[in-house]
């Protein structure tokens, strides 16, 4: 097969520029186009519509990540953890949401896979645990020692951000000269990042606990992790996915996996926080349970710094709870 000089560089079969592998003429074609029809030397293949447009929102999307990296329009909403034994406030889970000029506020849904996958997770994911530190050493609401402010790292995130050469050791330097208490820290990571590198990751959790900042578990009991690593990894604290959470106290199913859960957190030392809790009658039979601490839409939503210190100052335990025996 060869190029007719007169053909412009489109023509080629699948541009350079598209990274497509050309249609060799014994197999059809190994992309999801129309079959290439032939003309003279020159095959075309036509590419469907809705392809070109994914791909399109693909590219302006990632464009619109790199501006709002560069013009600071991610921000840090904070939602609440309640101690169920004193039944006052624990710390808070920061969450990261993107302030679009134009759309308005966006949920980590709709834009955090993109920037897994464009790399720029390693950034942001920097700014996010540069943003708790500063929450917590300029908020004079968040000077109790007790409270601690923890945030998510993903799978992809811990893969492309964790696995760069000195990265723990840049956390750890940062942590260090910010003055904050490393144990006022915690990471947030999914059993998924157990099914791959199992042990260099334990490893490498291993060097940010013994620095002092905490792990927890997020969404335990809907991976697929082996006892064994749960046993070797270094996390202070289970926290029970809020899928188990929705159906307490009346769905007998979920009832006993969080019994379950909790047995073994008690069993191998470790604190349990129960996400999700929308109820009253959910808190009531999680404090009946044992569980340390909670959070949900019945305590608070995520909300931004400014409203969330409002809701520190305002936080009184008796509207939320029952009066003690």
């Not at 350079?16 to 074609?29: D, L």
């Not at 969450?95 to 955090?112: A, C, D, N, S, T």
């Amino acid at each position: 097969m060869t190029r007719s000089r007169s053909a412009p560089p489109w023509a080629w079969p699948y541009s350079p520029r598209t990274a497509f592998r050309p249609v060799s003429s014994s197999s059809g074609p190994r992309w999801p186009f129309q079959r290439p029809k032939n003309r003279g030397k020159i095959r075309y293949a036509s590419i469907p519509t809705n392809y070109l447009k994914k791909n399109l929102k693909k590219v302006e999307l990632e464009r619109e990540l790199k501006e709002a990296l560069k013009n600071r329009e991610f921000v840090l909403f904070f939602q609440p953890k309640i101690d169920l034994l004193t039944r006052e406030i624990a710390g808070f889970e920061a969450l990261i949401r993107w302030q679009h000029p134009e759309k308005g506020l966006i949920p980590p849904g709709e834009f955090i896979p993109f920037l897994e996958e464009s790399g720029l997770i390693v950034e942001v994911g920097k700014w996010v645990m540069e943003e708790a530190i500063r929450h917590i050493k300029e908020s004079p609401v968040c000077k109790d020692s007790r409270m601690v402010i923890s945030f998510n790292v993903s799978f992809k995130q811990f893969e492309k951000q964790f696995e760069q050469p000195g990265f723990i050791q840049e956390l750890i330097e940062t942590v260090k000269a910010s003055g904050v208490d490393p144990k006022r820290l915690q990471i947030e990571v999914t059993e998924g990042l157990l099914m791959k590198n199992t042990r260099e990751t334990i490893e490498k959790l291993a060097r940010i606990h013994e620095a002092g900042l905490g792990i927890s578990i997020d969404d335990f009991g809907t991976g697929y992790s082996s006892l064994q690593y749960l046993k070797d990894l270094p996390a202070s604290t289970l926290k029970i996915d809020y899928s188990f959470v929705k159906g307490l106290p009346d769905e007998r199913d979920d009832v006993e996996i969080v019994k379950t859960i909790l047995l073994l957190a008690q069993g191998l030392g470790k604190k349990t926080v129960a996400e999700g809790v929308e109820t009253r009658e959910q808190l009531v039979f999680l404090a009946g349970l044992g569980v340390n601490e909670v959070q949900g839409f019945y305590f608070a939503r995520p909300m931004p710094k400014g409203e969330c210190i409002k809701w520190i100052e305002d936080y009184r335990p008796e509207t939320y709870f029952w009066p003690r025996r």
